[in-house]
């Protein structure tokens, strides 16, 4: 079976960190762009961020540039995000996702092919 497990959030203080990962099931992520999505309470779903199948190239939404980086370990299959510096605003349900491609990712929600359950950030004091 195909699947995409999100780990790692939790609560933490304005100001904290963590570390996010994204480990795929039944399948390689080598050919896979992934990207990381988030919802926040009442609002749709915004892309954060993805990074493409090499990691020869990553991107950012501007609301977390030089706050998040996002990484890939493809030997253990595992996609991470780290968040350093949080705000109440970065609250959310953070989503993995994979899409079947060349050497890119997009922030395009319907590009992604897979998509895991969600792991829940809750940014406060």
């Known amino acids: 079976q195909l699947q995409l497990v999100e780990s790692g959030g939790g609560l933490v203080q304005p100001g904290g960190s963590l570390r996010l990962s994204c480990a795929a099931h039944g399948f390689t992520l080598d050919y896979y762009g992934m990207g990381w999505f988030r919802r926040a309470p009442g609002k749709e779903r915004e892309w954060v961020s993805c990074?493409?199948?090499?990691?020869?190239?990553?991107y950012y939404a501007d609301s977390v540039k030089g706050r998040f980086t996002i990484s890939r370990d493809n030997a253990k299959n595992t996609v991470y995000l780290q968040m350093i510096s949080l705000k109440p605003e970065d609250t959310a349900v953070y989503y993995c996702?994979?899409?079947?491609?060349?050497?890119?990712?997009?922030?395009?929600?319907?590009?992604?092919?897979?998509w895991g359950q969600g792991t829940q950030v809750t940014v406060s004091s």
């Open positions: 996702a994979a899409m079947y491609t060349g050497d890119v990712c997009t922030p395009g929600i319907y590009e992604y092919d897979y």
């Open positions: 990074i493409s199948s090499s990691a020869a190239n990553t």
